[in-house]
């Protein structure tokens, strides 16, 4: 069956020329409004011909670090530094951002396992639904800018993933390293099929994914990674003018070639990691202690390494519960083919 158009409206127009501010418009219609829309902001900066580069945040509400560069750059970019057209929108997920929280607080939607979408489903397939149909296919590379979020803090590297198409993975690794992060690394996603990640690669299009922090907030730090990579990626696919900037030390290629790399909890309790992200990891050594919160007295029960690597991302909150991801352990390769 083929699917009806979706009810998302752009109040921008793609193919003009110029510096437009405006929003994707999803009709709503609850107790607080009853003919309503969720006002999803984009800007689009278009100069005469040349490639389209889609630059998303808040894809998860409470990744900070990527909303926060593209509200930046979105106030910044003119028409006159850039060949082609820059669609930002700094907050895929609107309704996720506004309530502070990685899914929507219409609906509870987790945007980034609601893809492909569906016109006629919740708010957040909606959402995917239009970006999957409508934004993807205007585009020729994409940047998802992730982070933790409230529960996660991970090393920042730029992200692509294991491709059927040869030359479409390599573009998109290329693409990944030049975000010029101090890491960068081949993924391995515990639950693919419904994510935005997908839906663009399916469509033959370049597709990059970072980490960048976590914790619920942003840094200094973390930002300057972000906006630097932002402007690094515009100027690696051609939209913007300038030498990609690398970090001052030398690039780490990081892979995740399985789930064992992920570490879950199997109690629940007081988290104790035993190393800070990046440090390196020896298989078996302990790198967690989760301490029973009932009662004083107990040893802890002890994580330990199952390869070795470095620590690239943990859990961030000091309370675990039973399968929360503690810490995801990387491995350190020679380069990135
Ligand atoms: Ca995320």
Known sequence: MTKR??????????????????????PISNDESAWGAVMIPIT????????????????HGDEYEGIT???????????????????????????AVMAGKRTSGLDGGNLNRSFPGDPDGSV????????????????DVVLDLHSGGRTLDIIPFGASHVL????????????AKAFGAPYAMMMFELDAEALFDTAVERQGKIFV????????????????????????????????????????????????????????????????LTLALGEPVER?????????MTRSGTPPVEYRAERSGILAARRFPAQVNMGDTIAVIAEVVESLA
Do not use: W
Request: charged share 20%; with cysteine.
């Open 164 to 175: 059927e198409d040869a030359d479409q993975q390599r573009q998109a690794l290329e693409g």
């Open 124 to 139: 957040t397939e909606k959402i995917a639904d239009y970006f999957t149909r409508v934004m993807v296919p205007m585009s």
């Open 284 to 292: 078996g050594q302990v790198i967690a202690r989760v301490y029973d």
């Open 44 to 59: 689009v900066v278009k100069n005469g011909e040349g490639p389209t580069a889609l630059l998303t945040g808040g894809n």
């Open 5 to 26: 158009p979706s009810p998302i409206s752009a109040t921008v127009d793609f193919d003009a020329d110029g510096v437009q501010h405006g929003f994707l418009k999803l």
């Open 209 to 272: 994914a970072t980490e960048l922090g976590g914790g619920g907030t942003s840094t200094p730090e973390s930002l300057a990674i972000t906006e630097r990579g932002v402007r690094n990626f515009l100027i690696h696919y051609g939209l913007i003018e300038g030498r990609v900037e690398m970090p001052a030390e030398p690039q780490v290629y990081l892979d995740m070639p399985d789930a064992s790399c992920y570490v879950q909890s199997e109690h629940s309790g007081l988290l104790e």
């Open 69 to 95: 560069a593209l509200m930046k750059l979105a106030s910044t970019l003119e028409a006159t530094d850039v060949t082609g057209r820059v669609i930002i929108v700094p907050m895929m997920n609107t309704p």
